[in-house]
């Protein structure tokens, strides 16, 4: 059997919307307030009506995951959601799925179909 390798990388603090890819670094975009997590996924302030708009009309509301905070800006919230900016990762996994987990909370909501101690 192979050895299981490790490697952390750091994904900093870089933020952008999992919805349309836009970046959200510096000002103006860095100053923008609202956005939303659906799933795993965070909606930037453009985004978030569409995707709010969609999780009701398909009675996926209870997806809605967290909300930023009155007058907080997308980076803020999604900074402050984040359970850590570090992601480990083992050979043989999906390094882009896990680091678009980590930016949007961290591992908790994993599915359970890429997990290696459950079968499939
Ligand atoms: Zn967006």
Same mark, same amino acid.
């Given at each position: 059997? %192979?050895?299981? /390798?490790?490697? !952390?990388? @750091?994904? +900093? @603090?870089? /933020? #952008?919307? @999992?919805?349309?890819?836009?970046?959200?670094? !510096?000002? %103006? !975009?860095?100053? #923008? *307030? +609202? +956005? *939303? /997590?659906? #799933?795993?996924?965070?909606a930037c302030p453009d985004c978030a009506p569409r995707i709010e708009d969609s999780a009701r009309r398909y009675h996926e509301t209870k997806f809605i995951r967290a909300r930023a905070r009155a007058g907080e800006t997308f980076r803020d919230f999604c900074l402050r959601i984040r359970a850590s900016n570090m992601v480990v990762v083992s050979s043989g996994e999906n390094i882009g799925e896990l680091i678009e987990t980590i930016k949007t909370g961290g591992l908790i909501n994993r599915p359970t179909a890429n997990r290696r101690d459950e079968p499939i």
């Open positions: 059997m %192979p050895a299981i /390798v490790q490697t !952390a990388y @750091d994904i +900093g @603090d870089h /933020v #952008e919307c @999992d919805f349309c890819s836009r970046h959200f670094d !510096a000002k %103006p !975009a860095a100053a #923008e *307030i +609202g +956005g *939303i /997590v659906f #799933e795993t996924k965070a």
